[in-house]
């Protein structure tokens, strides 16, 4: 089986950088995926990694060690609107996609 | 142009009833899932399905099955529902590769009184 490991909760202050850890074991890993859900709200993408490294997107970058098992999720110059929670989920083998419990981020003033 | 459209958005209803949700993609997608959030947010999979194969979790009870009329079309069909079945029940779809992302509905809320 999986099991996908990250905090339950996180506050921040707007205009500053959090990070959000992703702790992972699977057996055939296949990528690693992170989404942002707004309160009420459908799940939406933000990042893919399944190589080693960082993947910047803009104010997000996402990084992976895969020796590790071992992901963070980097969110630059916060603001209100990043309020959410955020889903680490891993791919193994052609086995549907599984999700931790997420990280339910307040950004405060 | 939703990509991926679910019906209805809530759902009230009582123990013991059978009661549908419907689930719409028009993104090409082969494959296609249901996914339950329960009241602390913890999103987990139930079904997938794509032409070939229909993937089934394991704790799911046989109450819940799929029913996919066509490759657009994934409803969710529940027997005899209990209250432990209340939830966001989200559809999703993605193309038949590992690092296609999913795509989600917007869920349907599910309350069994």
């Known amino acids: 089986g999986q099991n996908i490991d990250q905090p339950t909760e996180m506050t921040a202050t707007e205009g500053a950088i959090v990070q959000i850890n992703c702790t992972y074991q699977?057996?055939?890993?296949?990528?690693l995926f992170w989404y942002q859900q707004h309160a009420g709200e459908a799940p939406t993408f933000l990042s893919y990694?399944?190589?080693?490294g960082l993947e910047e997107k803009g104010r997000f970058s996402s990084f992976l060690s895969r020796s590790k098992g071992y992901s963070y999720l980097l969110l630059k110059e916060l603001q209100m609107k990043d309020s959410a929670s955020y889903l680490c989920?891993?791919?193994?083998?052609?086995?549907?996609?599984?999700f931790g419990k997420g990280t339910r981020l307040s950004v405060i003033a | 142009d939703t990509a991926v459209s679910q019906t209805p958005k809530y759902l009230v209803t009582q123990m013991g009833n059978d009661k549908s949700i419907k689930c719409e993609q028009n993104?090409?997608?082969?494959?296609m899932y249901w996914y339950k959030q329960d009241s602390k947010k913890f999103l987990k999979i139930m079904f997938s399905y794509n032409n070939k194969e229909l993937i089934i979790n394991e704790t799911v009870p046989n109450r819940f099955s799929p029913k996919s009329p066509d490759k657009a079309h994934l409803n969710l069909h529940i027997n005899s529902l209990e209250l432990g079945d209340s939830a966001v029940y989200f559809c999703?779809?993605?193309?038949?590769?590992?690092?296609?992302?999913?795509?989600f509905g917007n869920g349907t809320r599910l309350t069994v009184t």
């Open positions: 699977t057996s055939g890993f296949n990528g």
């Open positions: 999703a779809s993605s193309q038949d590769r590992p690092t296609s992302p999913l795509h």
């Open positions: 989920a891993v791919m193994s083998g052609n086995t549907p996609l599984v």
């Open positions: 993104l090409g997608h082969d494959t």
């Open positions: 990694n399944v190589l080693d």
